[in-house]
């Protein structure tokens, strides 16, 4: 069985202390999590230590790193290598979100040369994809967005993409307040398994953990979380409050 996921994107949001007292708080409530029903937190490099040290004791609850490198080591001023992630104790990285590519200008092979890097180091990935508005209203979602799958993962093996989580984040749903309703959402979630079957079978397919991300909050998970194809969510602003996120924790567990 595929595993359900809801992972929090902290963005570039949250001073050290803050960050701590946000995760005491999700600790001191957090329902039970068992093998297949897990929580990620990413918050920016800064804080994984920290974060590390708070969720050590807890088994379904992992760090995730926003970013990491595109090389391996050396004269990269500013960047941090999977190695040293790792190294860290940092168990996955998101790679590929549209703020990346937008503002940072992170290209296809850049990406496919990320997620290398970071399977070899053992870090698995959760990697977006997702079309901008303007190819939404011209109803080119799914070419655009099997595109960015085929680009970034298509070299792996079918071993190598179990370590993938796939995240869709439609980018005119990031941060606008204005969600995927449950059918778009449930209709490119299908899209993507129907894609990775294509190419790695329907076995491997089945078991992708496929997150939506894009105004997730409280009141929408439950309705978004109960398509047969969303495996959980990707939430960034509704993840900095302790009361928005564990409704959201919970919606995934009732899935
Ligand atoms: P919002 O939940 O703030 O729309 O952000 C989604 C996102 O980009 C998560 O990675």
Redesign the pocket.
Same mark, same amino acid.
């Given at each position: 069985m595929r595993k359900k996921i809801v992972?929090a994107?902290w963005?570039m949001n949250l001073t050290i202390e803050e960050g701590k007292t946000l995760v005491e708080n999700l600790l001191n409530q957090l329902p039970e999590l068992n093998e297949s029903k897990q929580v990620v937190i990413?918050p920016s490099y800064v804080h994984l230590a920290q974060t590390t040290q708070l969720l050590d004791e807890y088994e379904h609850i992992h760090v995730a790193a926003q970013n990491v490198s595109s090389e391996a080591a050396g004269a990269f001023t500013g960047e941090v290598s999977a190695a040293m992630l790792r190294s860290a104790g940092v168990p996955y990285a998101?790679i590929g979100?549209?703020?990346r590519r937008q503002y940072f200008n992170e290209s296809d092979s850049m990406l496919a040369k990320k997620i290398d890097l970071a399977l070899a180091n053992n870090l698995r990935v959760i990697f977006?994809c997702g079309e901008p508005l303007e190819v939404r209203d011209a109803e080119r979602q799914n070419e655009y967005v099997a595109n960015q799958i085929a680009a970034a993962l298509y070299h792996l093996d079918a071993t190598q993409l179990q370590q993938i989580i796939v995240?869709y984040?439609p980018i005119w749903? #990031? %941060?606008?307040?204005r969600?995927a309703s449950s059918q778009q959402a449930q209709d490119m979630h299908a899209h993507i398994r129907h894609t990775l079957a294509g190419k790695y079978g329907a076995s491997v397919a089945d078991n992708m953990t496929i997150l939506y991300?894009?105004?997730?909050?409280d009141k929408n998970a439950p309705e978004l979380f109960a398509c047969p194809d969303v495996d959980g969510g990707? #939430? %960034?602003?509704?993840?900095l409050k302790a009361e928005t996120f564990l409704p959201i924790i919970q919606a995934m567990l009732a899935k």
């Open positions: 992972a994107n963005k990413a998101i979100h549209s703020e977006c995240a984040e749903a #990031i %941060g606008t307040g969600t991300g894009g105004s997730c909050n990707l #939430i %960034g602003g509704a993840s």
